[in-house]
């Protein structure tokens, strides 16, 4: 059976939770649209996140790849387009390093940008007809995201697996993330987790359909 790798990523800033850690979580092992899905929890720091997402890409070999993060503030799911050369951090990451104005990869030839090979506008048609709003988002942010959905695309070119479907999907904040908001800041958008996990899985099920 096909393995889709999927992953979460640890809680982050002021945030007690994080609701892309639950999905995952909820998700390891199951089978979905055909594939097996392996879950794992990336660190906030990008010298970690990159080590663990190449080790889990070369010691699972999968044959999708489903990266999954928080977006607080962001009202519905969305399955991001591209990732950036570029990190410029508005908030520290756990190791409390700020990156501004950086290269996500050092390497002299790495490309601007990566596209996302996930079927996203399959994507957000499935989660239409699950009854889950949803969109494709243009920008992953310049912090932990879009750094690691760069090294995934950057690290599958670069080992003949360009043609792994492999991408992004932001998730809002959930009733813990929202409830941990101090009563002097703007409140969030949340769904309920049940609802976060179900539209992970209604996008590992359209992206493990089709591998
Ligand atoms: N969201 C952050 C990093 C970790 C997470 O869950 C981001 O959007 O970059």
């Given at each position: 059976m096909p393995t889709l790798l999927l992953t979460g990523f640890e809680p982050f800033h002021?945030?007690?939770?994080n609701p892309s850690a639950q999905a995952a979580e909820a998700l390891d092992g199951a089978e979905v649209g055909g594939a097996r899905v392996v879950s794992a929890l990336l660190p906030v720091e990008p010298h970690a996140a990159a080590a663990a997402l190449l080790t889990l890409l070369d010691a699972h070999q999968p044959d999708a790849v489903l990266l999954t993060g928080l977006a607080a503030g962001r009202p519905h799911v969305t399955a991001e387009r591209v990732a950036l050369n570029v990190m410029d951090f508005r908030i520290p990451d756990n190791a409390g390093w700020v990156y501004r104005?950086?290269?996500?990869?050092?390497?002299?030839?790495?490309?601007p940008a990566y596209m996302s090979t996930l079927p996203l506008r399959a994507v957000v048609e499935a989660w239409r007809a699950a009854g889950i709003p949803g969109d494709i988002s243009n920008t992953a942010g310049l912090y932990l995201c879009n750094f690691v959905l760069y090294h995934a695309l950057d690290h599958l070119a670069h080992t003949g697996r360009a043609g792994v479907p492999c991408g992004f999907l932001h998730v809002p904040a959930n009733a813990g993330v929202a409830l941990a908001?101090?009563?002097?800041r703007p409140p969030l958008p949340y769904l309920p987790q049940e609802e976060i996990t179900r539209a992970v899985r209604v996008a590992a099920e359209v992206v493990g359909g089709r591998v």
């Open positions: 002021t945030h007690p939770i104005d950086h290269p996500a990869h050092g390497h002299a030839e790495a490309p908001v101090p009563e002097d």
